[in-house]
């Protein structure tokens, strides 16, 4: 089996050499051995980096990603997390989607002013209540 240097990890990645060397400070991948100075790794740190692209993508931290795989780095993602995930992504697309149609129409909006459109009255008083929902009260 061919290993792969810090360098080729990065380049066939996209990640930073930098990042490499956290995400192996924190126990996401592993080199296998060093060739002089440089780390290397198996070919499956590439699949491994996809992965985590891909949860970090979705919103997980690198402690849960952390936690999506087994002490012997077998993937374990836990179903029930992904579901949580896809329903938070359901529930920004919809707030986003709603948003957008929003500004489209006070772009285009014929009335003279942006305050004289009912329209844009709404969305603020919509943007203040999710503010407000938004905020969580400070507890000691």
Known sequence: M?????????????????????YEEVGLIQSVTRHGLRRQYEPHALM?????????SAGFSLAEIAGMFSENGKLQIPREDLRARADLIDQQIKELTALKNALHHVADCPAPSHLECPSFQRLIKVASKTKSANKKPLTK
Do not use: M, T
């Open 2 to 22: 061919k290993l792969l240097d810090i360098g080729e990890i990065a380049e066939r990645s996209g990640v930073k050499p930098s990042a490499l060397r956290y």
């Open 48 to 56: 491994k980096l996809s992965l985590i692209a891909l949860a970090k």
